[in-house]
DNA sequence: CGGTATCCGCGTCGATACTG
DNA sequence: CAGTATCGACGCGGATACCG
């Protein structure tokens, strides 16, 4: 039943995608693998990101149950962020990913420069 | 030298990413994967696809050596797409995404539907 | 059969300004 | 410090019609 199988595993990448394919989430997702951060850390670590996309891609895996948000209300502010269990489970998913897109970054630039 | 490695990581994720990110790619690649196709076939086994997207998508995967493509003019027209090697290589740096969103897939879409 | 061309809605992303 | 609100530009993706 190798056919039915398929089906699975693309739904299953298409969730996968889903979850990590906004422009900042691999880059969120991974800053926060080096451990807990505040709103401003995170910001400063992405530098480039507007505050309105990290919050929005924050809460949409921080709903996804990928990353922990704990509010410390006082003054100052304080808002920490960090990996779930789930989160560094995905990480770990994501890193033949990463390795392959590694071995083949700079043929990709290349081809794409050539042709595109 | 951790903190270099992770930039080196993250970027090849986000090459990679690019290369599959399209709405449909995954898809295309992984009935690519089944065996040599025709444009028609490919058109059906992905239904839903209009011909637009399939053929930019196509054209794409193409430009990043992911799929090839052989055309034989003639009467019938016929063209043929078919997977690389580094497209099955890519096949199996994604194996482990797959695997981790057949795995997740409902409590994501539970989440997101009491959510979202 | 295997494309190409064109139009258009919609969601994504960025910039800016404002709030508790 | 940690957001929220709003506006506008842009590109993806779908539908349709046409070409070799």
Known sequence: MATRRCQVFVSGLDAAIDVVGGKWKVLILWTLGQGTMRFGELK??????????????????????????????????????SLTDVGGTLIEALRPLGDWGCAHKERLESLRAAEG
């Open 44 to 81: 400063r670590a992405l530098d480039g990101v507007s505050e309105k996309m990290l919050i929005q891609h924050l809460r949409e895996l921080e709903q996804d149950e990928i990353v922990h948000r704990e509010a410390h209300h006082g003054v100052p502010p304080k808002v920490e962020y």
